[in-house]
């Protein structure tokens, strides 16, 4: 179950919280997995190619170091599932494929008014929790986030 | 238009202001601070990040020496509200691009810019006021 935290309401007592993504990637290695390859596909169009290598949008082999802040962030939080990652560098593309491929973690949401992006995933199963919810499709997630708003 | 060559071809079609890029991972943007600061030789450009923000709190004085026409500065959501004043006064001399998402400074005068980026070159393009 990924567990996503508000911003506007987080306490981060207890909790361990990586501000710095770019850091906190720095000595992790990708894993050849279905989540990893969906992550990569989804906000980088890259592909698995070794533990420190992807494949990128042109074909050519980079290293994991050159991929994106909002990618890494995706990857921290599938990997680091004992910590909380801020999502505050995440552009919408990435904290879309979060919500819909991690799994598990823990992740501080920005944006918590802006829906997720369901075109052609209306089907797929997510596993989140806000608020003390849960949430196993996209619309039902997007449902609450816009009551959510309007409470507010 | 500032063109400048590096490993592509990059492609600044932008008018002397404060740009923000669209909220979307993956477009380029590190990238773009990369290959500019491999570029600061050129001395007319100021790429800062994340890590070299910590080491100084104006950069207005080199900015004004070296004649710099272009400054990014890739993950401001990291060190939000630095050099706050450099970049209001700098905003008439220069390009000023932000990697920037979740904060509203700057908001009366920032406008939107996106990056297009092909295997040979790459483009950053206004998409005027925001």
Redesign the interface.
Not at chain 1, 12 to 34: H, I, K, M, Q, Y
Not at chain 2, 58 to 82: P, Q, T
């Given at each position: 179950m990924l567990k996503l935290y508000d911003v506007e309401d987080f306490n981060s007592d207890g909790f361990d919280v990586v501000e710095d993504v770019e850091e906190a990637f720095a000595p992790l290695r990708l894993v050849n997995d279905e989540v990893t390859a969906n992550l990569l596909r989804e906000i980088e169009n890259a592909e698995y190619y070794s533990e420190d290598r992807v494949t990128d949008r042109f074909g050519a082999q980079i290293y994991i170091s050159e991929i994106s802040t909002g990618c890494k962030a995706a990857l921290c939080v599938q990997y680091l599932p004992d910590k909380v990652i801020d999502l505050k560098e995440c552009g919408l593309n990435a904290r879309d494929a979060i919500i819909t491929y991690c799994n598990r973690g823990n992740a501080l949401l920005y944006s918590s008014c802006t829906g997720v992006e369901s075109y052609n995933k209306e089907n797929l199963d997510i596993h989140v929790s806000l608020k003390g919810k849960e949430f196993s499709r996209i619309d039902d997630l997007n449902d609450f986030l816009g009551s959510y708003e309007y409470a507010e | 238009m500032i063109e400048l060559l590096s490993d592509r071809k990059i492609l600044i079609d932008l008018d002397n202001g404060i740009y923000t890029f669209?909220?979307?991972?993956?477009?380029g943007?590190?990238?773009l601070y990369k290959m500019l600061s491999k570029l600061r030789s050129g001395k007319d450009i100021i790429a800062i990040t994340?890590e070299t923000a910590r080491y100084f709190n104006s950069f207005l004085d080199i900015a004004r020496h070296d004649h710099v026409i272009l400054v990014i500065l890739d993950?401001y959501?990291?060190y939000e509200g630095k050099y706050v004043d450099d970049i209001v006064t700098l905003k008439d001399d220069a390009v000023i691009l932000l990697d920037y998402?979740?904060g509203d400074l700057f908001s009366e005068y920032i406008q939107g810019c996106y990056i297009e980026l092909s295997?040979s070159s790459l483009e950053v393009k206004g998409y005027g006021v925001i």
């Amino acid at each position: 179950m990924l567990k996503l935290y508000d911003v506007e309401d987080f306490n981060s007592d207890g909790f361990d919280v990586v501000e710095d993504v770019e850091e906190a990637f720095a000595p992790l290695r990708l894993v050849n997995d279905e989540v990893t390859a969906n992550l990569l596909r989804e906000i980088e169009n890259a592909e698995y190619y070794s533990e420190d290598r992807v494949t990128d949008r042109f074909g050519a082999q980079i290293y994991i170091s050159e991929i994106s802040t909002g990618c890494k962030a995706a990857l921290c939080v599938q990997y680091l599932p004992d910590k909380v990652i801020d999502l505050k560098e995440c552009g919408l593309n990435a904290r879309d494929a979060i919500i819909t491929y991690c799994n598990r973690g823990n992740a501080l949401l920005y944006s918590s008014c802006t829906g997720v992006e369901s075109y052609n995933k209306e089907n797929l199963d997510i596993h989140v929790s806000l608020k003390g919810k849960e949430f196993s499709r996209i619309d039902d997630l997007n449902d609450f986030l816009g009551s959510y708003e309007y409470a507010e | 238009m500032i063109e400048l060559l590096s490993d592509r071809k990059i492609l600044i079609d932008l008018d002397n202001g404060i740009y923000t890029f669209g909220n979307e991972s993956a477009s380029g943007k590190t990238f773009l601070y990369k290959m500019l600061s491999k570029l600061r030789s050129g001395k007319d450009i100021i790429a800062i990040t994340a890590e070299t923000a910590r080491y100084f709190n104006s950069f207005l004085d080199i900015a004004r020496h070296d004649h710099v026409i272009l400054v990014i500065l890739d993950r401001y959501d990291m060190y939000e509200g630095k050099y706050v004043d450099d970049i209001v006064t700098l905003k008439d001399d220069a390009v000023i691009l932000l990697d920037y998402k979740q904060g509203d400074l700057f908001s009366e005068y920032i406008q939107g810019c996106y990056i297009e980026l092909s295997e040979s070159s790459l483009e950053v393009k206004g998409y005027g006021v925001i």
